[in-house]
């Protein structure tokens, strides 16, 4: 990736991104999550390149209680080979309809609660995700996370959210400090379902704004907070609804040098290298806990891969930063 270190190098020196300014995130603990979403084999990803993986999504049943499943096991035992954590996440944009009714009782949360924990002790997981999104951030969540944060910091284990600023300023302070980190979701901030706004669905303003907003509005710190990066883009005005990554840089050739592609009359937009590579540089130097992905499933895996371009600058980026910080 010559092409891509060379843009790094440009950047450290000459851009305004001065590694002098800011926090600065100078410990190798700069954690790069990603989500892993419709495949849970660990050969469907390069466990070298990340520190954290979520699997996306685990439900309870009706009852409050997890099915076992015997591909947990062969994940965790991969990913803690190569001193990967892993946490399954709960959830999601569409989550099944009955886990509004365990909610929403004292007997279900104490069910799904217990549910959690089990299946922690049970496989040997590093943590839950709790992506509780749109009509399940209610009357509800405070008690949920505040029991499942007892409940699994009991255990030596972490709890992450999966966030937004759109939907945070439903949630309390004292709820967002039962975190130990905050999976911010920089992205989704137009989309399909808004046909009427075309553009850019995660602009490099809205990482910084998302930052500021749980740092300096939440008063949270930086290293409780990690970027969220998308490994898909959305189109519109007939172009396809969205497409993954791997298969836009497949099917257009130099698109991955770029955010945005004409296609027929319409546009595609993502993320791509340059963008890819500025986002971590950001979170590198703001102190933030790491980065994380949406999703891995959706990466390239030759030169052109989102995944390797952010090991890259994490690589060159903490050595930097730490050169500069003695």
Not at 8 to 25: D, E, K, T
Not at 149 to 156: G, P
Not at 214 to 231: C, M, N, Q, V, W
């Amino acid at each position: 990736m010559k092409k891509t270190l060379l843009i790094i190098s440009s950047i450290f020196l000459f851009s305004g991104c001065a590694v002098n300014n800011g926090p600065q995130n100078t410990n190798e603990e700069f954690r790069v999550l990603g989500y892993l979403h419709g495949n849970w084999d660990p050969e469907a990803t390069d466990l070298a390149l990340i520190t954290d993986l979520n699997l996306a999504f685990v439900h309870p049943d009706e009852n409050g209680d997890f099915t076992p499943d015997p591909a947990y096991e062969k994940v965790i035992s991969a990913a803690h080979q190569q001193n990967v954590r892993v946490f399954f996440s709960i959830g999601g944009g569409a989550p099944p309809p009955h886990l509004e009714k365990l909610l929403a009782s004292k007997q279900g949360q104490e069910r799904f609660v217990n549910g959690i924990v089990q299946l922690l002790d049970q496989y040997n997981f590093d943590g839950v995700d709790i992506d509780l999104e749109n009509e399940l951030i209610n009357a509800h969540y405070a008690p949920f996370v505040a029991a499942v944060a007892k409940a699994v910091k009991a255990k030596n284990k972490r709890v992450t959210a999966a966030l937004a600023s759109w939907n945070s300023d439903k949630i309390a302070d004292s709820t967002l400090a039962q975190y130990d980190f905050i999976n911010v979701m920089s992205y989704d901030a137009t989309g399909p379902w808004n046909p009427e706004k075309p553009g850019p669905h995660s602009p490099y303003t809205m990482v910084e704004n998302d930052f500021t907003y749980y740092t300096k509005t939440r008063k949270l710190a930086p290293e409780k907070i990690l970027i969220g990066l998308p490994f898909y883009g959305y189109g519109f005005n007939g172009a396809p609804v969205s497409m993954k990554y791997k298969d836009i840089i497949e099917n257009y050739p130099g698109s991955e040098w770029k955010d945005e592609l004409p296609i027929g009359e319409g546009t595609i937009y993502y993320n791509g290298i340059p963008t890819i590579e500025k986002k971590t540089l950001y979170a590198l130097e703001k102190g933030a806990a790491g980065v994380m992905i949406w999703q891995l499933l959706q990466d390239s895996k030759d030169h052109k891969s989102l995944l390797k371009t952010i090991y890259e600058v994490k690589a060159s980026g903490l050595k930097t930063l730490n050169v500069s910080s003695e």
